[in-house]
Every structure is written in structure tokens, then in C-alpha cells.
């Protein structure tokens, strides 16, 4: 088993050391057929437990899951087979507030609130709290909840004086709604996720964020290189041959570096274990600025969004 030293960011309000690079369990498990998925409802599967466990061996102890992956049992079984102490790990889970998707809805999996899902994860994940736990996403409608974002935030501010969790903060938020939780909280969010890699560089988040002292999680961070639906020969895909030659890394570590050179926390997945262990090498080598600034300048000459086009670029 590797046991190495992770660099961390630390959260404003509490002070708590997060992992600076988390194990997703949320999208293309590729050993696994959708269908399977619906094990994790209530039995955990062997192969997806298999996953997080050889992503614990790599060195991974930030976890990242969600109501809506149907994975936290998964990922509890993991750590608990893990025999390692639950003091080092770091886990984040998100509240399902239902989702408008391709023109249908999608209600949510706890419509009366985070209250109700956060219950339900330590209850399957066998734990007495988390280190994190957001919302998940920025659909509030009848239809697919019922709650709106203040007074689900008011749930979470339970949550977080009950001791449920460490931390509360949010997923997918864009300014306008993070300035409705401001009105109304007692507590700030500690983070909001969000995707975030070279061709998706929000700019007015991360800056509004950081002035905040709201810790900028970036999902779906290898995108540019890794996403089939990007397509091939893109602005960046010369730089980042060059670039990994200079430094001699693959093109994930060059992503997942530029990232987190830029002040925001990663989260990857991958299903092969060679890969997991690879990523710590973002923490050896460092992007010199004139690189890390050609990277940034290209990334902005093409827009791509993978995930909730039709909340975020509606008109
Ligand atoms: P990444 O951008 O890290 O993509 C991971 C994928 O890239 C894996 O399928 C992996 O495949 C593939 N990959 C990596 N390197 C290579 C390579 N050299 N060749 C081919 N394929 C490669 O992350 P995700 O989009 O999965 O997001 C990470 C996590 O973020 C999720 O698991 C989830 O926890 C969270 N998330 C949160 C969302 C939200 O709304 N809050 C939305 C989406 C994700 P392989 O398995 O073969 O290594």
C-alpha cells in the first residue's frame, strides 16, 4: 500500500486540511454496466469496491461521491475494508436535488431536503459524519424538489451544527445563486465544484469564489484530452504534446497539474490502477509561468461544456 504525504488546501471557516486531489466515484466506472449501478441502492457491488479500494492502495484518501452515483455504498465498504483509520480520510458527498435533463425531470432522490440525504449516505456509508457534504446542483423547481436553495441551505446549516458534517458547501452554483445563499446564511458554502479544465476556465465563479474564500473544486479536469465528445485536433493539442515532452509526464498530468497550479482542487477518476498512482505525480513537477499562461491563453480559444449547458448558457 503507498503512503505518501498529499499536499492539501485548507477550508476558510474551519480550518480543515482537504486532500489536493480527490477519487471520484461519479462517472464512467468502465468495469461496470450502468445496470449494475442499481446495486448501489443497497448492496455494494464487488467491482466498483474493488475500484476504491485499489484508489485507496494508490495513496487516494479524498473521496468524492454523491446520492445520485447510487456509489456511497461502495465507497463506505472500501474504506471500511480498507482497515485504515476513518480520521485519514476525507469524504464529500452531495445532496440529490433532482435534475432537469433533456427536456424531462428528474425528482430528486430526497425531495424534502439535505436533511433527509445526508441521513440516509452515513446510515449506508456506516459513518457518524462527513468531512463534506454539498448540493449537488442548481435545479430548484417543484418538479424536481421541495425545497428552494434558501431553505435548503438552512438545512444544511443544520446539518452542519448537528455535526453531520464538517463542512457544507455547494456543486454547480453559478454567482447569482451563490449571492441567494449569502442573503440568508449564517454560513457561507466552504466549497462549490464545479467542472472546471482548460476549454471551461469560468472565470466569474473562480474569481468571485476566491475573493469569498470559497475553495473551487474542479470536476471532469481532463476533459480537453480524455472526453470523446470534445472531438479531436483542438487548439490545445499541440502545446500539450510539446509541454509533455519538456516535462516528460502524460497529458493527464499536465491537466490535472494546470489546475491545480491555478488555486483549484482536482478530482480524476480512473478504473486503471497504473493511472491512479501515476496522478500523485502532479505534486512533482511544476508548470513554469510562461507555460502554465500559453496553456491558459490557448484553452480560452474554444468552449467546451460536458455537464448542465441548460442551466448555465441559457439565455
Ligand atoms: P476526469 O476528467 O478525471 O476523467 C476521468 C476519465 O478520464 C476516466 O474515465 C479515465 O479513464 C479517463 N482517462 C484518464 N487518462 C486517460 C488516458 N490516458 N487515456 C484514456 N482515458 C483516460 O474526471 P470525471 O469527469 O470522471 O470527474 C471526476 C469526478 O468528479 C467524478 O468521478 C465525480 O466524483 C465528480 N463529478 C462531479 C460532478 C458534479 O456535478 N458535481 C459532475 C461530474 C463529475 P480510465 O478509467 O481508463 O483511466
Same mark, same amino acid.
Given at each position: 500500500?503507498?503512503?505518501r504525504?498529499?499536499?492539501?488546501?485548507?477550508?476558510?471557516?474551519?480550518?480543515?486540511?482537504?486532500?489536493?486531489i480527490?477519487?471520484?466515484?461519479?462517472?464512467?466506472q468502465?468495469?461496470?454496466?450502468?445496470?449494475?449501478l442499481?446495486?448501489?441502492?443497497?448492496?455494494?457491488?464487488?467491482?466498483?469496491?474493488?475500484?476504491?479500494?485499489?484508489?485507496?492502495?494508490?495513496?487516494?484518501?479524498?473521496?468524492?461521491?454523491?446520492?445520485?452515483?447510487?456509489?456511497?455504498?461502495?465507497?463506505?465498504t472500501?474504506?471500511?475494508?480498507?482497515?485504515?483509520?476513518?480520521s485519514?480520510?476525507?469524504?464529500?458527498?452531495?445532496?440529490?436535488?433532482?435534475?432537469?435533463m433533456?427536456?424531462?425531470?428528474?425528482k430528486?432522490?430526497?425531495?424534502?431536503?439535505?436533511?433527509e440525504?445526508?441521513?440516509?449516505? @452515513?446510515? $449506508?456509508?456506516?459513518? +457518524?459524519?462527513?468531512?463534506?457534504?454539498?448540493i449537488h446542483?442548481?435545479? =430548484?423547481?417543484? !418538479?424536481?424538489?421541495?425545497?428552494?436553495?434558501?431553505?435548503?441551505?438552512?438545512?444544511?446549516?443544520?446539518?452542519?451544527?448537528?455535526?453531520?458534517?464538517?463542512?457544507?458547501?455547494?456543486?454547480?452554483?453559478d454567482?447569482?445563486?451563490?449571492?441567494?445563499?449569502?442573503?440568508?446564511?449564517?454560513?457561507?458554502?466552504?466549497?462549490?465544484?464545479?467542472?472546471?479544465?482548460?476549454?471551461?476556465?469560468?472565470?466569474?465563479?473562480?474569481?468571485?469564489?476566491?475573493?469569498?474564500?470559497?475553495?473551487?473544486?474542479?470536476?471532469?479536469?481532463?476533459?480537453?484530452?480524455?472526453?470523446?465528445?470534445?472531438?479531436?485536433?483542438?487548439?490545445?493539442?499541440?502545446?500539450?504534446?510539446?509541454?509533455?515532452?519538456?516535462?516528460?509526464?502524460?497529458?493527464?498530468?499536465?491537466?490535472?497539474r494546470?489546475?491545480?497550479?491555478s488555486?483549484? @482542487?482536482? $478530482?480524476?477518476?480512473? +478504473?486503471?490502477?497504473?493511472?491512479?498512482?501515476?496522478t500523485?505525480?502532479? =505534486?512533482?513537477? !511544476?508548470?513554469?509561468?510562461?507555460?502554465?499562461?500559453?496553456?491558459?491563453?490557448?484553452?480560452?480559444?474554444?468552449?467546451?461544456?460536458?455537464?448542465?449547458?441548460?442551466?448555465?448558457?441559457?439565455?
Open positions: 500500500m503507498e503512503s504525504k498529499i499536499p492539501t488546501f485548507s477550508l476558510s471557516r474551519s480550518g480543515d486540511r482537504i486532500p489536493a480527490g477519487f471520484g466515484s461519479g462517472t464512467k468502465k468495469r461496470l454496466k450502468h445496470s449494475d442499481r446495486y448501489g441502492m443497497k448492496h455494494a457491488h464487488p467491482a466498483l469496491v474493488q475500484t476504491f479500494k485499489e484508489a485507496i492502495d494508490a495513496g487516494f484518501r479524498h473521496l468524492d461521491t454523491a446520492e445520485c452515483y447510487l456509489t456511497r455504498i461502495d465507497v463506505g472500501a474504506v471500511e475494508q480498507s482497515g485504515i483509520d476513518r485519514e480520510f476525507w469524504i464529500t458527498d452531495k445532496w440529490d436535488q433532482g435534475w432537469l433533456d427536456g424531462k425531470v428528474f430528486s432522490r430526497s425531495p424534502s431536503g439535505p436533511y440525504s445526508i441521513k440516509k449516505c @452515513l446510515e $449506508l456509508m456506516h459513518l +457518524s459524519h462527513l468531512n463534506l457534504f454539498l446542483g442548481p435545479y =430548484f423547481t417543484k !418538479e424536481t424538489c421541495n425545497v428552494t436553495v434558501e431553505e435548503a441551505w438552512k438545512q444544511m446549516e443544520q446539518i452542519y451544527e448537528e455535526g453531520l458534517a464538517d463542512n457544507i458547501g455547494v456543486s454547480n452554483f454567482v447569482p445563486l451563490l449571492k441567494r445563499v449569502f442573503k440568508v446564511c449564517k454560513y457561507k458554502p466552504q466549497v462549490d465544484q464545479i467542472e472546471y479544465h482548460l476549454y471551461l476556465q469560468q472565470k466569474e465563479i473562480v474569481d468571485f469564489c476566491k475573493k469569498n474564500d470559497i475553495l473551487v473544486e474542479a470536476f471532469s479536469p481532463l476533459t480537453p484530452m480524455f472526453s470523446d465528445r470534445v472531438g479531436k485536433n483542438r487548439p490545445l493539442n499541440d502545446i500539450i504534446a510539446r509541454l509533455c515532452k519538456k516535462y516528460n509526464v502524460e497529458p493527464n498530468l499536465l491537466l490535472l494546470w489546475v491545480y497550479q488555486g483549484v @482542487l482536482p $478530482l480524476t477518476t480512473s +478504473s486503471n490502477p497504473q493511472r491512479m498512482k501515476y500523485f505525480k502532479i =505534486f512533482d513537477f !511544476e508548470l513554469e509561468p510562461e507555460d502554465f499562461n500559453e496553456l491558459q491563453r490557448i484553452g480560452q480559444t474554444f468552449h467546451y461544456r460536458g455537464f448542465f449547458e441548460n442551466y448555465f448558457e441559457r439565455k
